[in-house]
């Protein structure tokens, strides 16, 4: 049977292709991502690590964005509690804290809130990480399920196109066989009838000449039988002539 070979890259640069078909497959070993065109783009469907790679890839730009918002909070906290203490140190603020002890108190009470933001903080963060690696775990199973499932479709399409490959194959093999004995017996038969046509030709052309000698021939007998009837005719109408000369001159009364 022979082998299907798809478009790929042994070596080189990691990615896709820059352009498929639509349906044409295409593998790059350097990542060993199998690519697919659908008619507008090229995908990615498939090949080693693609699931883990594709999910790496979320879970990346899902921390990037809680380290980003985390990052964003700090800020802004750091310069609510900047103007605090700026006002602490400056006691323009008629309730900014100006002794000890209202900072003792208040570094106590914020430390409560701060122990009480942090606890609550590492319980949420704690909940959060728990559902996203579940989440993560689950999208990477539907992954490897589907992945599994896609394998699977592929193999079976490309037995079934290697099947359909083969009876083609078969067929025109059959078609070739048939037409080149169709191809020899009409040569024969042209062949016949040629030889055939030749002979009738050949027959036809003497008997036609046959029939031109012969009609010439009669052609010439008549020739010659009606001059010899013109010639008696004439004679005879010369002869007639005389006669009724002579009648006429016999039946004429003449003058008086």
């Not at 900047?82 to 900014?96: C, E, H, K, M, P």
């Amino acid at each position: 049977m022979a082998n299907i070979r798809i478009k790929r890259r042994l070596t080189g640069a990691a990615g896709a292709p820059s352009s498929l078909l639509s349906g044409e497959p295409a593998y790059n070993k350097v990542d060993g991502i199998l690519y697919i065109g659908d008619g507008s783009a090229v995908v990615p469907v498939g090949g080693a690590h693609y699931a883990t790679a594709a999910a790496l890839a979320t879970e990346t730009s899902n921390r990037t964005s809680a380290i980003s918002s985390e990052n964003s909070r700090a800020v802004a906290a750091e310069l609510a509690l900047g103007t605090r203490i700026d006002n602490v140190l400056s006691n323009v603020d008629g309730a900014a804290l100006d002794s000890l002890t209202e900072v003792v108190s208040a570094f106590q009470s914020a430390d409560s809130s701060l122990n009480g933001a942090i606890t609550s903080l590492a319980s949420s963060a704690s909940s959060a990480l728990t559902a996203e690696v579940n989440r993560a775990t689950a999208a990477e199973g539907v992954i490897a399920a589907n992945l599994a499932t896609e394998i699977s479709d592929r193999a079976s399409a490309i037995t079934t196109v290697q099947s359909n490959i083969n009876t083609v194959a078969g067929n025109l093999s059959t078609e070739t066989s048939a037409r080149t004995s169709a191809d020899s017996t009409l040569t024969s038969n042209l062949s016949s009838e040629i030889s055939r046509a030749t002979a009738a030709e050949g027959v036809i052309a003497a008997n036609l000449a046959t029939e031109i000698t012969d009609r010439a021939s009669a052609v010439t007998a008549v020739t010659n039988s009606l001059n010899s009837e013109i010639s008696r005719a004439t004679a005879a109408e010369n002869s007639l002539d005389s006669r009724l000369d002579a009648i006429e001159a016999e039946i004429d009364g003449g003058s008086f």
